[in-house]
């Protein structure tokens, strides 16, 4: 008995709730992707959050061949159009409200971004 009395009571932090925040941004453009992944990094620095990334994904290609004749007559000579579609993957762990005031920057025409929340437990 004496055993259990000597055991210390735990004591009941507050914690903050920690979450892991993925942010994928998605762009035709690579200058305008690569200033808005720069600026993001920057703010989690200022702020000493912990992240990792950014991570390049692969690029895809769209290719699309066509005929320049429109009516079919004529040489078979082909026009080759080809768009290329970048991404990268920012994750965070941080707060809610924090990940909302890094966030909250001017993104560039033409960059998508999509945020995905999971909790730490």
């Known amino acids: 008995?004496?055993?259990?009395?000597?055991?210390p009571k735990k004591t009941v932090e507050t914690q903050l709730k920690t979450t892991k925040i993925r942010i994928t941004l998605t762009s035709r453009k690579m200058k305008a992707l690569?200033?808005?992944c720069s600026d993001l990094v920057k703010r989690a620095t200022d702020r000493k959050l912990k992240f990792s990334g950014p991570v390049r994904l692969p690029t895809k290609f769209l290719r699309?061949?066509?005929?320049k004749s429109p009516c079919g007559e004529g040489t078979n000579t082909w026009d080759k159009f080809e768009m290329r579609i970048h991404k990268r993957v920012i994750d965070l762990w941080s707060d809610a409200h924090v990940v909302r005031q890094i966030t909250s920057i001017n993104i560039e025409a033409g960059v998508d971004v999509v945020v995905t929340v999971?909790?730490?437990e």
């Open 1 to 7: 008995m004496s055993a259990l009395a000597a055991k």
């Open 64 to 67: 699309i061949c066509t005929r």
């Open 34 to 36: 690569e200033k808005v």
């Open 118 to 120: 999971n909790d730490d």
